[in-house]
């Protein structure tokens, strides 16, 4: 079988969709599906004429019939291209969060993109969701009428984190964009600056560098500079040490699709410190970690007082962590679903073609 996979941008990029993305094509691929991958060029999800021509020509040149997988980040804003091969492709959307529930937007561009994505979705032979809470999220959207399939993300086994420093070291793993929160965080943390810390904040930088350089500013106006560390995005082997030196995993998401980083924590057995935004509620675990309200930094204060101060509830909820993690299903267990979502979508669409 022939997969053409196509995302936005270089396929390469080091967030929890696009990794996601990436260990599913390595899964079809070890299960004999010749997957070929695209990165479009352009900006999205507000599609350019770059991103438009992109999209266009990929699928122009691909022969009726063929089977396609197209991420929504690069489908959500050209509904009319999408429609345009519909008839004579078999296109499956795979959708992490809609892209309408991104944090920031404004109402106007909040429902331009609501409608574009919901029209191109409904093209689709099938949809492939990241996790139930986006099942959903399309269900209140009135997205429906086609195979729909969620496909939650594996997690590699990974060695134990030492978790038992004074003082405690935070982590957190994130994209320094609006939606992870890291405002919060650093508010919380200057609350808290009379305990002993300090934290590692791993992520890109670069995606909104405007917001990044108000965190920096954020972090020195609160003369945090030196337990605050904004290390930008990393080599897999400084991230893995990353890990193994952490002693509580903290995400201040506002709102996430799935939440990958969560069981990544918790893999290394560590516990962690999220929020209740968007599917996060779902993805942490009783008896693993503590989850507050998005953008509450009173709130997220508060949970990290008592962490650090209590080091026997912090142990308490390592050693959860620690218990869950020959539970946390790997990459086989999303590939075999993947493959079977697949599989049925495509033979739904033979039917009904």
């Given at each position: 079988?022939?997969?053409?996979?196509?995302?936005?941008?270089?396929?390469?990029?080091?967030?929890?969709?696009?990794?996601?993305?990436?260990?599913?094509?390595?899964?079809?691929?070890?299960?004999?599906?010749?997957?070929?991958?695209t990165g479009l060029p352009g900006r999205f999800p507000d599609a350019d004429d770059t991103a438009r021509r992109a999209l266009q020509r990929t699928l122009a040149a691909l022969p009726d019939g063929s089977a396609v997988v197209i991420?929504?980040?690069?489908?959500?804003?050209?509904?009319?291209?999408?429609?345009?091969?519909?008839?004579?492709?078999?296109?499956?959307?795979?959708?992490?969060?809609?892209?309408?529930?991104?944090?920031?937007?404004?109402?106007?561009?909040?429902?331009?993109?609501?409608?574009?994505?919901?029209?191109?979705?409904?093209?689709?032979?099938?949809?492939?969701?990241?996790?139930?809470?986006?099942?959903?999220?399309?269900?209140?959207?009135?997205?429906?009428?086609?195979?729909?399939?969620?496909?939650?993300?594996?997690?590699?086994?990974?060695?134990?984190?030492?978790?038992?420093?004074?003082?405690?070291?935070?982590?957190?793993?994130?994209?320094?964009?609006?939606?992870?929160?890291?405002?919060?965080?650093?508010?919380?943390?200057?609350?808290?600056?009379?305990?002993?810390?300090?934290?590692?904040?791993?992520?890109?930088?670069?995606?909104?560098?405007?917001?990044?350089?108000?965190?920096?500013?954020?972090?020195?106006?609160?003369?945090?500079?030196?337990?605050?560390?904004?290390?930008?995005?990393?080599?897999?082997?400084?991230?893995?040490?990353?890990?193994?030196?952490?002693?509580?995993?903290?995400?201040?998401?506002?709102?996430?699709?799935?939440?990958?980083?969560?069981?990544?924590?918790?893999?290394?057995?560590?516990?962690?410190?999220?929020?209740?935004?968007?599917?996060?509620?779902?993805?942490?675990?009783?008896?693993?970690?503590?989850?507050?309200?998005?953008?509450?930094?009173?709130?997220?204060?508060?949970?990290?007082?008592?962490?650090?101060?209590?080091?026997?509830t912090r142990h308490a909820l390592r050693a959860g962590a620690r218990a869950l993690r020959p539970e946390l299903p790997d990459w086989t267990v999303a590939g075999d679903a993947f493959a079977t979502a697949l599989r049925n979508m495509?033979?739904?669409?033979?039917?009904?073609?």
């Amino acid at each position: 079988m022939t997969l053409h996979f196509i995302v936005a941008g270089d396929p390469a990029q080091h967030t929890g969709g696009y990794r996601y993305d990436a260990r599913i094509v390595a899964a079809l691929r070890a299960r004999g599906w010749a997957v070929e991958v695209t990165g479009l060029p352009g900006r999205f999800p507000d599609a350019d004429d770059t991103a438009r021509r992109a999209l266009q020509r990929t699928l122009a040149a691909l022969p009726d019939g063929s089977a396609v997988v197209i991420d929504g980040l690069a489908l959500g804003g050209l509904p009319d291209v999408a429609a345009a091969h519909a008839g004579r492709l078999r296109l499956i959307a795979l959708i992490h969060h809609p892209l309408a529930d991104e944090t920031g937007l404004d109402a106007d561009r909040r429902r331009a993109l609501l409608r574009s994505e919901c029209v191109a979705l409904s093209h689709m032979a099938g949809i492939v969701t990241s996790s139930h809470f986006t099942a959903r999220r399309l269900a209140d959207h009135g997205v429906g009428g086609r195979p729909l399939a969620v496909v939650e993300p594996g997690v590699d086994a990974a060695p134990l984190a030492a978790a038992d420093h004074a003082p405690p070291r935070l982590l957190c793993v994130a994209t320094v964009t609006p939606r992870k929160g890291h405002n919060v965080l650093i508010a919380a943390l200057e609350s808290i600056a009379d305990l002993d810390w300090t934290c590692d904040c791993i992520g890109s930088t670069t995606r909104t560098p405007e917001h990044a350089a108000q965190v920096a500013e954020q972090i020195s106006a609160a003369g945090l500079y030196a337990r605050i560390r904004l290390h930008g995005e990393c080599s897999d082997a400084t991230l893995a040490d990353a890990w193994l030196a952490a002693d509580l995993f903290v995400l201040p998401s506002h709102y996430e699709g799935y939440g990958m980083v969560i069981t990544e924590a918790l893999a290394h057995g560590l516990p962690v410190l999220t929020t209740t935004g968007g599917a996060l509620a779902d993805t942490l675990p009783p008896g693993t970690g503590v989850a507050v309200a998005p953008g509450d930094a009173p709130a997220l204060a508060a949970a990290l007082r008592h962490l650090i101060g209590d080091t026997s509830t912090r142990h308490a909820l390592r050693a959860g962590a620690r218990a869950l993690r020959p539970e946390l299903p790997d990459w086989t267990v999303a590939g075999d679903a993947f493959a079977t979502a697949l599989r049925n979508m495509l033979a739904v669409a033979d039917q009904t073609a």
